[in-house]
C-alpha cells in the first residue's frame, strides 16, 4: 500500500516546487538572477545600528590615540599654529582674560592635530560601514577610498590655514586705527581658526561622495552637470553661512574649490559611475 504524504510535508513540498532548469553538466541558475552577493548576507536593522557603533568606537579610539600621539610634539605644533594666529595681528600676540584659555588652547590644538593624523584610520571605518552594501568588485576599492578621502580633508585644512583663515584675518585686522585697537582673544581666534579648518576638510571631500553615491546609482553624471547652476548656487550660499564676515573676496575664496570640486565630482562621477557601466556594455552588445 502506497503512502500519501501530508499536503505539507518536505516530501509534498519536494514534489510541487519547480526546479530551475540546469543544462548537462551545469549548474541551475539562481531563481533571484545574476546577484554578485547572496542575499543571505544582507544585514538587518539592529546589526547595522551594531556595526555603526563599533565603527564609531574604533574612530573615537583612533582620535584619543592621535591626540596622545600630537600632544607629544605639542610645543611644536602650538608654535606652528600660532604663528599663523597671530601673522596679522598688530603686534603679533592674542590675549586671554580667563585662567584656564591658555591651557585649554594647548588642549584643543592637540585635538585638532590628532584629528588630522588619525583621518586615514577614521576614513577606513566609514569604508568598512558602507562596505557591506557594496558589491564585491566594489569593495576592491578601500584603499583608493582612504588615502582620497585622507588626502583631501589634510588638502582641505591645509587650504584652510595658508590661503583661507589669512584671508578673512586680515579683513578683521583692518579696522585699525588711531582710535580703535585690535586685541583679539584666544578663544575666538582659535574658534575661527577651526571652523574654517573641519568647514573646508568637509567640503572638500565632495569627490569622494559624489563617488559613493554614482556607485549606489543615486547620481549620475548627467544629472549632476544638468543641475550645475543650481549647485553653484547652492556652493555660495554655503560659502555665505560659513564665512564669518561679509567679505566678497573670503566668500569667493571658500566657493572657488567648491566648484572645482564639483566639476572634478562630475569627472569621478562619469569614470565610475552605474550609469556609465552600463551604456558601455550596451555599446558592446
Known amino acids: 500500500m502506497a503512502l500519501v504524504p501530508f499536503p505539507n510535508s518536505p516530501a509534498r513540498r519536494d514534489e510541487e516546487s519547480p526546479q530551475p532548469y540546469a543544462p548537462e553538466g551545469g549548474d541551475a541558475p539562481s531563481p533571484f538572477g545574476d546577484e554578485e552577493e547572496p542575499l543571505d548576507g544582507r544585514m538587518t536593522f539592529l546589526e547595522h545600528l551594531d556595526e555603526l557603533r563599533r565603527r564609531i568606537t574604533h574612530a573615537v579610539v583612533a582620535l584619543l590615540v592621535g591626540f596622545l600621539a600630537a600632544f607629544g610634539f605639542i610645543d611644536r605644533i602650538v608654535a ?3 604663528a599663523r594666529l597671530v601673522a596679522d595681528v ?3 600676540k592674542l590675549i586671554y582674560t580667563e585662567p584656564g584659555e591658555g ?3 594647548y588642549i584643543k590644538i592637540a585635538a585638532v592635530a590628532g584629528l588630522l593624523l588619525a583621518s586615514p584610520y577614521v576614513m577606513l571605518q566609514v569604508w568598512l560601514f558602507i562596505a557591506p552594501g557594496l558589491y564585491a568588485r566594489e569593495k576592491k576599492l578601500a584603499v583608493p577610498f582612504v588615502v582620497s578621502s585622507s588626502t583631501l580633508f589634510i588638502s582641505g585644512a591645509a587650504f584652510a590655514h595658508y590661503i583661507l583663515f589669512p584671508a578673512a584675518w586680515r579683513f578683521f585686522a583692518g579696522f585699525t586705527n588711531e582710535f580703535i585697537e585690535f586685541t583679539p582673544r584666544i578663544d575666538p581666534v582659535f574658534g575661527l581658526y577651526v571652523k574654517l579648518l573641519l568647514a573646508m576638510g568637509l567640503v572638500f571631500q565632495m569627490p569622494v561622495l559624489m563617488f559613493v553615491l554614482a556607485r549606489l546609482g543615486i547620481v549620475t553624471a548627467g544629472f549632476l552637470l544638468r543641475n550645475i547652476k543650481y549647485a553653484i548656487l547652492l556652493i555660495f550660499v554655503v560659502a555665505a553661512v560659513v564665512t564669518p564676515d561679509g567679505s566678497m573676496v573670503v566668500q569667493t575664496l571658500m566657493a572657488a574649490p567648491m566648484i572645482v570640486l564639483y566639476l572634478l565630482g562630475i569627472l569621478v562621477a ?16
Do not use: C, Q, R
Open 80 to 82: 606652528f599654529v600660532y
Open 103 to 105: 591651557f585649554f588652547l
Open 90 to 92: 598688530p603686534g603679533g
Open 270 to 285: 562619469w569614470l565610475f559611475g552605474k550609469s556609465n557601466k552600463s551604456d558601455d556594455e550596451e555599446a558592446s552588445a
